[in-house]
């Protein structure tokens, strides 16, 4: 099993301010494909989670461009260039390179 | 747009059966461009992939469930479902069911979520 590993676990942002979300796998996510299937998951205060970036940094559809993804192999990082107040909530990476496909434990981003 | 709904019992008693249902709406079950899957979230913890049923009908699980998940489709209902037997309270967890595609390999939409309790 691949394990995803996202440090910081909270993350405390003036608003405004950028934030940065790095995820590290314990496997490279580049599957036989080519494809590198690591995709970025908001969750919103008692809500579900709703898809924001797909293989590593394709924004899905209605994603504000102030979330932007990276990296490759087994590191990745999501940013938010401007914290608005609505990004609040726990952030997720997920892997569907291997089965089974595994998330990271969540960073929760928190206005100061 | 296409819209997901979990339905089934709130509160299971331990070693019995757990059975949800996803109703789909706004769409069809049987495209070839998606498969169906559950995730479920313990109360105030992350998330975990239960498994997926993909077209054709081949399905994929968690191994850490695998021999107690089933995950199956009724075309003619629209429909998907999860069975997951001789549950126990490390099952409690709000279960949701999801649309994944092909491409991008991410689950959008997902449904709003049912919190299922093991108790007796």
Not at chain 2, 36 to 61: A, D, H, K, V
Request: charged share 15%; aromatic share 12%; glycine share 10%.
């Amino acid at each position: 099993e691949i394990v995803m590993t996202q440090t910081p676990l909270s993350s405390p942002v003036t608003l405004g301010q950028p934030a940065s979300i790095s995820c590290t796998s314990s496997q490279s996510l580049v599957h036989s494909d080519g494809n590198t299937y690591l995709s970025w998951l908001q969750q919103r205060p008692g809500q579900p989670p709703r898809l924001l970036i797909y293989k590593i940094s394709n924004r899905f559809s209605g994603v504000p461009d102030r979330f932007s993804g990276s990296g490759a192999g087994t590191d990745f990082t999501l940013k938010i260039s401007r914290v608005e107040a609505e990004d609040v909530g726990v952030y997720y990476c997920m892997q569907a390179t291997q089965f089974p496909w595994t998330f990271g434990q969540g960073t929760k981003v928190e206005i100061k | 747009q296409l819209q997901l709904q979990e339905s089934g019992p709130g509160l299971v008693k331990p070693s019995e059966t757990l059975s949800l249902t996803c109703s789909v709406s706004g769409g069809s079950i049987s495209s070839s461009s998606y498969y169906w899957g559950w995730i479920r979230q313990p109360p105030g913890r992350g998330l975990e992939w239960i498994g997926s049923i993909f077209y054709g009908g081949s399905t994929f699980y968690n191994p850490s469930l695998k021999s107690r998940v089933t995950i199956s489709v009724d075309t003619s209902k629209n429909q998907f479902s999860l069975k997951l037997s001789s549950v126990t309270a490390a099952d409690t967890a709000v279960y949701y069911c999801v649309r994944g595609d092909y491409v991008t390999r991410g689950f959008d939409p997902w449904g709003q979520g049912t919190l299922v309790t093991v108790s007796s």
